[in-house]
């Protein structure tokens, strides 16, 4: 696709960690960035000072003057935001959603016309430039749409592109992972502190072991099942930790939390689309 304007449907996080991201990766020029959402102007004027990005009042105006939309509201507000645009979109526009739990196919059904979609999966790492991305093309769109999204999420991190069934669970894999790895943070913080070191040294020692980790993974040919038996000698003291976590079923606990976030994802999705067929 040759270089179009590139509308926002919602001035959130996710928003402005793709406008940060396309902007600092000179992806596309800040005037071809539009943003608009349904209240919050005060929000509006901040991200238009801080990106230079143009601001706009009305969903109309924004079709108007882009050729990419992407939508980045609440999923809740899903229904109110795509009757909106009915009137005003084309089969020349292209969506990108970054909607958790909305299909393409239910986009599609409410649009109408032939609108290519692109349904995306990001995380809160694209704050600062690191997020897991996964992107599924709708009905409509083809090879040209998806590898422009491709490229657009770039800037925020790394993509990868599969099949729009497995949404939901890389919604629980990665779209909820940070907050798995948060969690693990705050549980070791308190060990630490349990065992007498104090929260400073707990804190750094904890993210340069885990840094140094995702280093190891991802700059190494390593599995992680090698790098992990590398790490554990028998007898020694990491076997003595392994041992208690298999104890408190660590694997099972985690293989639960990634299945269940991810049928929440689904749920939510259906309740969602239910409600707004009332």
Request: charged share 25%; proline share 2%; with cysteine.
């Amino acid at each position: 696709m040759e270089m179009k304007n590139i509308g926002f449907l919602g001035a959130g996080a996710m928003t402005e960690a793709m406008i940060q991201g396309m902007i600092t990766k000179e992806f596309i020029d800040r005037d071809r960035l539009f943003i608009m959402n349904r209240s919050n102007s005060d929000r509006l004027a901040e991200l238009e000072e801080k990106y230079g990005v143009r601001t706009l009042q009305d969903v109309e105006t924004l079709l108007k003057h882009s050729d990419v939309i992407v939508l980045a509201m609440k999923p809740v507000d899903a229904a109110y935001a795509l009757e909106s645009m009915e009137l005003f979109l084309t089969d020349q526009h292209v969506i990108i959603s970054v909607l958790a739990g909305i299909t393409t196919s239910y986009i599609e059904e409410s649009i109408q016309p032939k609108t290519p979609i692109v349904r995306a999966m990001p995380n809160t790492s694209a704050a600062i430039g690191y997020s897991a991305t996964a992107i599924a093309r709708g009905k409509y769109a083809n090879h040209e749409h998806s590898s422009f999204t491709q490229q657009l999420f770039e800037t925020i991190g790394t993509v990868v592109q599969v099949r729009e069934e497995k949404l939901n669970a890389i919604t629980g894999l990665s779209g909820s992972g940070p907050a798995y790895f948060y969690y693990m943070v705050e549980c070791m913080e308190k060990a630490a502190i349990l065992n007498g070191i104090d929260q400073e040294t707990a804190r750094h020692l904890i993210i340069q072991t885990i840094t140094g980790a995702a280093k190891m993974l991802s700059e190494t040919n390593n599995q992680a099942t090698q790098l992990r038996e590398r790490v554990t000698s028998p007898g020694g003291t990491t076997q003595a930790g392994l041992t208690v976590l298999e104890k408190y079923k660590y694997e099972e606990a985690i293989t639960e939390c990634i299945t269940e976030a991810g049928k929440r994802s689904e749920e939510l999705g259906k309740i969602l689309e239910r409600q707004s067929h009332l």
